[in-house]
C-alpha cells in the first residue's frame, strides 16, 4: 500500500468492495472511526468511488480527443490565415485599410525616440571595435601579401615524393 496512485486506489476499493460482500455482509453494522455503517453502506461508498474515477477517465479521454482536434483545426486555420494575408497583400498592397476589414493589422514599427536612437548607435560602434568587424568598404581597403612562394632551388624539391617535374 505504497502507492497512491489512482489506479491502485480504484483496485483497493475493488477489494474492499468485494471483501466486505464476501465476509462482512451478514454483519448489522460497521463501526468506522466512530460511525456506524451498514455493509452495504461501505459497498455503495466503493462503487461511488470507482464510478467516480471512471467518469474522469473517460472525461479526460474525451477532452484530450477534443483538444487534439482543436489542435488540428488551428494548424488549419493558421495555415490559412497566413496564406489570406499574404493573397490580401498582394491584391490590395500592405498600407490598404481594407485589410482591416479581414482583421489584419498592417505591421508598424515601434518608433525609438532620439536619445534610444544615439544609445543604440554608440553602441553598435563600440561592438563593432570590439569585435574588429570591418564594413565592406574597410575591407576592400586591405591588401596582404601573398606568401613567399618557394624556390626551384631551395629545399622544397628535396622534401616532394620524387614525382614532380624537373627543370
Given amino acids: 500500500m505504497s502507492t497512491f496512485n ?9 477489494l474492499l468492495q468485494a471483501g466486505v460482500q464476501q465476509h462482512l455482509a451478514n454483519e448489522p453494522s460497521l463501526t468506522l472511526d466512530g460511525k456506524d455503517y451498514k455493509p452495504s453502506d461501505v459497498i455503495s461508498i466503493c462503487l461511488g468511488f470507482i464510478q467516480a474515477v471512471d467518469a474522469v477517465t473517460a472525461a479526460k479521454a474525451t477532452w484530450k480527443a477534443t483538444v487534439k482536434s482543436m489542435r488540428t483545426a488551428a494548424a488549419t486555420f493558421r495555415a490559412i490565415e ?13 498600407d490598404n485599410s481594407v485589410l482591416a476589414d479581414f482583421g489584419f493589422e498592417p505591421k508598424t514599427r515601434k518608433q525609438l525616440p532620439v536619445a534610444e536612437k544615439a544609445v543604440a548607435a554608440e553602441k553598435s560602434v563600440a561592438t563593432r571595435q570590439a569585435r574588429g568587424t570591418k564594413g565592406t568598404k574597410q575591407k576592400k581597403a586591405i591588401k596582404g601579401n601573398p606568401p613567399a612562394t618557394p624556390t626551384a632551388s631551395g629545399s622544397s624539391q628535396q622534401s616532394g615524393s620524387g614525382n614532380a617535374p624537373k627543370a
Avoid: E, I, N, T
Fill in 6 to 14: 489512482k489506479s491502485s486506489r480504484v483496485d483497493r476499493a475493488r
Fill in 82 to 94: 497566413v496564406a489570406m494575408h499574404r493573397f490580401l497583400v498582394s491584391k490590395y498592397g500592405a
